[in-house]
């Protein structure tokens, strides 16, 4: 199976119900703070605009220019970036809110999309790895490694897909809560699917680290 746009959803995250025998392992969302910092990039953009106008306020007063001036500027400055923040943050919260990640005894179904809703079905068989990141805030990203010849699409999986363009296209579980606990789901998963000595690997690595470490 493949991406495909949906309007109904019988079983949460999943566009049909599930056929029989196959069952939900595990399902999580992205946190809403993670998707800003790390794809909006809200917290590194405030500090830039927050530099940016002080130092632009700073040189104006060394000018001379008189403080009402001043103080004009300072605050339609502060709007515009105040309203570029604020949509960003609209952005993360509502791309949060529409991911979700369903792993199943058989495939891995990813949820996304807020104007145009996709979903992505992913077999396990044709996963290869998974490496999992934590993060300083708690969250952790697990990024699958697909088979080669597994036709995915970078454009329709954003943003859950590596940051840095490649082929294969890697899906990346963005923000998780929990990752530790869908890192150990990956794990049960992949010993129903594959003999031992085929098994995807699983790795993590923590923020300034060197060589992952196997986890689960």
Do not use: C
């Not at 991406?3 to 399902?27: A, F, R, T």
């Not at 909006?40 to 403080?67: C, D, K, N, W």
């Not at 058989?106 to 290869?128: D, F, H, K, Y």
């Amino acid at each position: 199976m493949g991406m495909m746009e949906y309007e109904d959803e019988p079983v949460k995250g999943l566009p049909e119900n599930l056929p029989e025998g196959e069952k939900i392992i595990w399902q999580g969302q992205p946190r809403v703070a993670a998707m800003a910092k790390r794809v909006f990039y809200v917290p590194q953009l405030s500090l830039y605009f927050g530099l940016l106008i002080a130092g632009h306020t700073i040189f104006r007063l060394m000018e001379g220019v008189a403080g009402a001036q001043v103080m004009g500027t300072l605050v339609w400055q502060s709007g515009l970036a105040g309203t570029v923040l604020l949509l960003l943050w609209w952005l993360s919260r509502s791309y949060a809110r529409s991911v979700l990640y369903t792993l199943t005894s058989e495939r891995l179904v990813i949820r996304s999309g807020v104007a145009l809703p996709m979903m992505v079905n992913i077999p396990i068989e044709q996963v290869t790895a998974a490496d999992m990141r934590l993060h300083r805030d708690g969250t952790g990203d697990i990024l699958l490694q697909p088979s080669e010849d597994r036709q995915l699409y970078w454009v329709l999986l954003w943003p859950n897909v590596s940051p840095w363009y490649s082929r294969p296209v890697k899906p990346l579980l963005r923000g998780l809560e929990n990752p530790h606990q869908a890192a150990r789901a990956f794990a049960s998963v992949a010993q129903e699917h594959y003999p031992v000595s085929e098994r995807p690997n699983i790795h993590v690595s923590l923020p300034g680290a060197g060589e992952p470490v196997p986890a689960g």
